[in-house]
């Protein structure tokens, strides 16, 4: 069974960076499919970013460009980079897996029905 434990959500001001970590324990495999969510107050969760064994990377179209998801095999972490940071992007993160999905052999989905494996989520509010 795979643990995922975030942690760097912080307040921030809009225009600011911030980087979220999910410490990995229990991937059998060492790589799967991957991902982050958020989900603000009173709405659904939203796909942000995932990532697949084979470093394929997708993105919501609401932060191409500013955010960025890696995979760091040494310490079995997944990271997101998050720059030029918005009001809207205010949210509670989580991060996910599937490590029976190693590749769709394509971009990775966002969907959450592809993920099985849940992190109890970090805050993450853009404000001035």
């Known amino acids: 069974q795979v643990q995922l434990a975030e942690s760097g959500g912080a307040s921030v001001q809009p225009g600011g960076s911030l980087t979220l970590s999910c410490a990995v324990a229990?991937?059998?495999?060492?790589?799967?499919?991957m991902g982050w969510f958020r989900q603000a107050p009173g709405k659904e969760l939203e796909g942000v970013a995932a990532?697949?064994?084979?470093?394929?990377?997708n993105y919501a179209d609401s932060v191409k460009d500013r955010f960025t998801i890696s995979w760091d095999h040494v310490k079995n972490t997944l990271y997101l980079q998050m720059n030029s940071l918005k009001p809207e992007d205010t949210a509670m993160y989580y991060c996910?897996?599937?490590?029976?999905?190693?590749?769709?052999?394509?971009?990775?989905?966002?969907?959450?029905?592809?993920?099985?494996?849940w992190g109890q989520g970090t805050q993450v509010t853009v404000s001035s």
């Open positions: 229990g991937l059998t495999y060492g790589r799967c499919l």
């Open positions: 996910a897996a599937n490590q029976a999905i190693y590749s769709f052999g394509t971009s990775p989905s966002l969907r959450q029905q592809r993920f099985d494996s």
């Open positions: 990532i697949d064994a084979d470093d394929r990377s």
